[in-house]
């Protein structure tokens, strides 16, 4: 099965990805992520203004299948979170890259991160 992977953002490891088109950095999890954990029935985010170090813990998504951790791929204070989710948890599977993310923070990209193609070839 191929998953959407957008050439614009930066992956993490732990499929996480990051759009640093905006002001802040923008985090969600990637089609990978969702397609794996299956129906997402509960997201729990960071408070705005929580101060975050790269790796940290930070948010929650329950699946039908498991519940599993959200690891900031960014250190940085959380800046907006998106309430969406928190209403429509099912956004992180219609929708991961858009209307499903989950949190933005000021920081910057780690050098770390992976671009799509290197993503992509991790997954596969």
């Known amino acids: 099965m191929t998953h959407e992977t957008p050439d614009e953002l930066r992956y993490t490891d732990s499929h996480e990805w990051i759009d640093d088109s905006g002001d802040a950095l923008r985090i969600g999890i990637t089609d990978f992520a969702q397609d794996e954990l299956g129906d997402v029935v ?8 929580e101060s975050l170090d790269s790796g940290d813990a930070c948010a ?3 699946s039908i299948k498991a519940v599993s951790d959200i690891y900031t ?24 890259y858009g209307e499903g993310w989950l949190f933005e923070i000021d920081g910057a990209v780690p050098d770390e991160a992976l671009g799509a193609t290197d993503y992509r070839e991790q997954i596969e």
Not at 42 to 49: D, K, Q, R, S
Not at 80 to 92: F, I, K, R, S
């Open 42 to 49: 509960f997201v729990e985010l960071p408070a705005e203004g």
């Open 60 to 62: 929650v998504v329950e």
């Open 73 to 96: 791929p960014v250190t940085g204070a959380v800046t907006a979170t998106n309430d969406g989710v928190l209403d429509q948890p099912e956004l992180l599977n219609t929708d991961p």
